[in-house]
């Protein structure tokens, strides 16, 4: 064991054999994480726990964010090489880094039948924050408009985000009751409602909204892909209204559904006028970005939004990367080969528990699984077998693996997840 890690074990972890941690103190009381699980290094789709001698195959790659794996070896040195040169100059300044990484979100957006009128970015830290500049850029075109025109269209079963603003266009009301008066005028739609019942609500109050924020594929709400004719009659509506619409790809874009972003998948008609991205932009560096068209820029005014951190050439010399490498027709096709993999063997497995999984849905390396009850039991058997799976929604059981996985480590980790399931119902 390193000395780092001998340090980590004498300080933090109890006596017995199980290595539990003992310093609990530390840390806020917002994340219920496992007692004997103490994550050391990670190698592309598998991570180590040195403190407990024990090996995982990961199909959580952080949430959805390192695409291209951990301790990938490119991006490490991309990273060493940037710190050695410049890390952050402020946005008083142009830097290159920035501006290439501008350039090579919208031209390949452009190129890989994203956004057709992509044009311009704001650079950010983070996906939440990538979604309060899309809202407030939503609000300013708006309020252009006429003062009234301030309300978001946000729908049941999203997750966009936990700071004020995104937190108000989320769906889980455990996330936003706690916190009292949040963002006003903020209506909740179903998506499963008929299209000219949505289009009649976004038609008659036209005058108090701004903008609709949906994710193209819902992913903590439970892995539901949105039926691409409501996303393209939804976008009618809003643009026959002047409402903007905002599509977050931060968990199900770049990639991971086999097109650049998941809105490549959708007719030009169904575009947004912006779109945010963050997660594995950085591919665990912090960054986000808001992607948005002249129609939205034009609404927008120097001193209108601003950020200290956001676009730094550190996480753009990252970002370029990432785009570059994703951005690519073979790398694409993989993924949607490896998703058809996932794809059949799950469903495979759920036709073996009839009585326990109801669905296998998603796309490419989106994908989930779920069952009639809680997977909070299979989760943690997976973990003791040696695989780490996440939950998105009540009863779904997410795979988000990197991008980069092995298929052999797919195999191994979708016999561990049988394994536990037979674990948990026998
Ligand atoms: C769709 C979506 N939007 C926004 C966010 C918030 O991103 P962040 O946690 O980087 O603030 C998430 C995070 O899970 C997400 O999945």
């Given amino acids: 064991m390193s000395q780092i890690n001998q340090t980590f074990k004498e300080t933090f972890c109890s006596s017995d054999s199980r290595g539990s941690i003992v310093e609990e103190q530390l840390q806020v009381t917002t994340y219920a994480k496992p007692q004997d699980l103490i994550i050391t290094r990670g190698s592309n789709a598998k991570l180590y726990d040195d403190i407990n001698n024990k090996e995982y195959i990961d199909f959580t790659s952080g949430i959805a964010v390192t695409g291209l794996g951990h301790s990938n070896k490119k991006v490490a040195e991309i990273m060493f090489k940037q710190a ?9 300044y142009y830097t290159p880094e920035t501006l290439e990484l501008s350039k090579k979100l ?7 039948e994203g956004q057709f009128d992509a044009s311009r970015v704001f650079l950010c830290s983070s ?23 301030q309300g978001i269209i946000a729908f049941q079963n999203s997750f966009h985000g936990r700071t004020m603003g995104a937190l108000s266009v989320t769906w ?46 819902q992913g903590e709400g ?55 991205s963050a997660k594995a932009l950085g591919n665990g560096y912090p960054i ?26 550190l996480g ?21 080969k490896k998703g058809e993999f996932l794809t059949n063997r799950l469903t495979q497995i759920a036709a073996k528990y009839p009585g326990q999984i109801k669905e296998v849905r998603g796309k490419g390396l989106i994908l989930g699984a779920e069952f009639i009850d809680s997977p909070a039991e299979i989760v943690k058997n997976a973990r003791d077998l040696g695989l780490l799976v996440i939950t998105a929604g009540k009863s779904t059981v997410r795979f988000v693996p990197a991008l980069t996985i ?9 016999d561990i997840f049988e394994q536990a399931i037979a674990k948990t119902f026998t």
């Avoid at 050695?84 to 008083?92: D, E, G, M, Q, T």
């Avoid at 708006?142 to 025109?149: A, L, Q």
């Avoid at 009751?177 to 005028?185: A, I, Q, S, T, Y």
């Avoid at 753009?316 to 949607?336: H, N, P, R």
């Fill in 84 to 92: 050695n040169s410049l890390v952050h100059a402020s946005n008083l």
């Fill in 106 to 112: 919208v031209e390949n957006t452009k190129k890989y």
């Fill in 127 to 149: 996906g939440t924050e990538a979604n309060e500049a899309a809202l407030k850029f939503a609000k300013k075109h708006g309020i252009s408009i006429n003062p009234t025109k």
């Fill in 172 to 217: 889980n009301a455990k996330y936003r009751e706690p916190f009292g008066d949040l963002m006003p005028n903020v209506t909740f739609l179903n998506i499963h409602d008929d299209l000219a019942k949505l289009q009649e609500f976004i038609s008659s109050n036209k005058d108090t909204i701004a903008g609709l924020i949906i994710e193209p594929i």
């Fill in 222 to 276: 439970g892995i539901f892909p949105i039926p691409a004719e409501k996303l393209v009659g939804l976008k009618r509506a809003c643009q026959e209204n002047d409402i903007i619409v905002i599509y977050d790809e931060i968990q199900c874009g770049l990639g991971r559904t086999g097109k650049l972003w998941a809105h490549s998948h959708l007719p030009k008609e169904a575009h947004p006028d912006i779109f945010t």
């Fill in 288 to 313: 986000g970005a808001t992607i948005v068209n002249e129609k939205v820029n034009n609404a927008l005014q120097i001193g209108d939004h601003g950020t200290t951190f956001g676009g730094n050439p």
């Fill in 316 to 336: 753009c010399a990252i970002g370029a990367y990432v785009i570059d490498t994703i951005a690519d027709e073979a790398f694409l096709k993989s993924v949607t």
């Fill in 406 to 414: 092995e298929l052999e480590n797919i195999e191994k980790g979708l």
